[in-house]
């Protein structure tokens, strides 16, 4: 039996977006947002949903660039202290005693203890009510050492990078492996003899 | 140590949008994306990334519509095969067994078989090269009742909800709680005096 629910908006799984910028006083802040996801392929970009009332809004257009860095478990407080503060009375990397890291292509501040931050110039948005949708060009990415594989490959599992399940409102790691992508679905291509 | 991968662009986690439409000529179709996101709270509203070459893509411009469905470990592998497949060459309904009910709110096929389906309203796009972001205002959501915990909220890992991890090319399980959020970051709150 399925049930309305009316329109809420909850997908699974929702990133856990941790968005460095610098304020009007050159402050390094950063926020924490679970609305977002891949915007595009090439040029890479991704989608960032912020509320005009936050404190990193005004950065981000006035830079025209945000960075975006995912927390393993180890920064998972750190990151939800990020998304619960606001930088107009805090300093947040002091706070915390994270390191911000003045971005190598963009105006914005990575953060060094995260393992893997994303350099974006802002190339478009969209205003959609409660939250403006910005769209960021990747123009770079980090990579700690602990997050490749033996082949160089990026493996999420092994630096525990955590996820947000906005329905039961708790972190989550990343989930078991059930089956490989554009493979598991072949078995339909012989079904219909193509 | 930090090692810089140039310009790809992923994020982890990516979720599993099986997207459905109905072509020119009426048939129901739909496709897989894993670039997209929640894209507003207030009205909720979804992001989707799709290629301009991809059937799919005038169907969503023609309907103004289209759904979003979550699949189960169950529909893992007709998933999959959404993705893999074009609707130009291939009844996908069909070859998998799976049933498209007509939308009640909009023109858009959702799979009765996903335990959580989405009904949009197509409200803006972005053209961002490789892909175009739609978004698409959420007008009802329909979950099934494996899906509700004793609360009546949503519960991802009670029907096995699959991400995309696009590093490693696999699906994945829910995976475990590690912290509660808007909660685990409070003890910086505490050492900041507030």
Chains 1, 2 share one sequence.
Not at 112 to 127: K, Q, T
Request: charged share 20%; hydrophobic share 45%; glycine share 10%.
């Amino acid at each position: 039996m399925k049930k309305s629910l009316g329109t809420q908006g909850l997908l699974f799984p929702n990133p856990v977006l941790v968005v460095g910028t610098y304020d009007k006083h050159g402050e390094p802040n950063a926020i924490t947002l679970a609305w977002g996801g891949v915007a595009s392929s090439g040029p890479e970009a991704i989608s960032i949903a912020v509320r005009p009332s936050r404190y990193s809004f005004e950065a981000i257009l006035r830079a025209g660039a945000f960075t975006v860095n995912l927390p393993s478990i180890e920064q998972a407080a750190a990151a939800d202290f990020f998304g619960i503060s606001s930088g107009r009375q805090t300093r947040k990397f002091e706070v915390t005693g994270l390191t911000p890291v003045r971005g190598e292509f963009v105006d914005a501040p990575y953060i060094a203890e995260f393992p893997y931050n994303i350099e974006c110039r802002l190339v478009g948005s969209l205003d959609l009510g409660a939250h403006t949708l910005f769209v960021g060009e990747v123009k770079d990415v980090k990579a700690s050492e602990d997050l490749l594989d033996a082949h160089g490959a990026l493996d999420w599992e092994k630096a525990a990078i955590i996820t947000f399940d906005s329905a039961q409102r708790v972190y989550r790691a990343p989930g078991q492996e059930v089956g490989k992508a554009f493979s598991i679905g072949r078995r339909f291509i012989a079904a219909d003899g193509a």
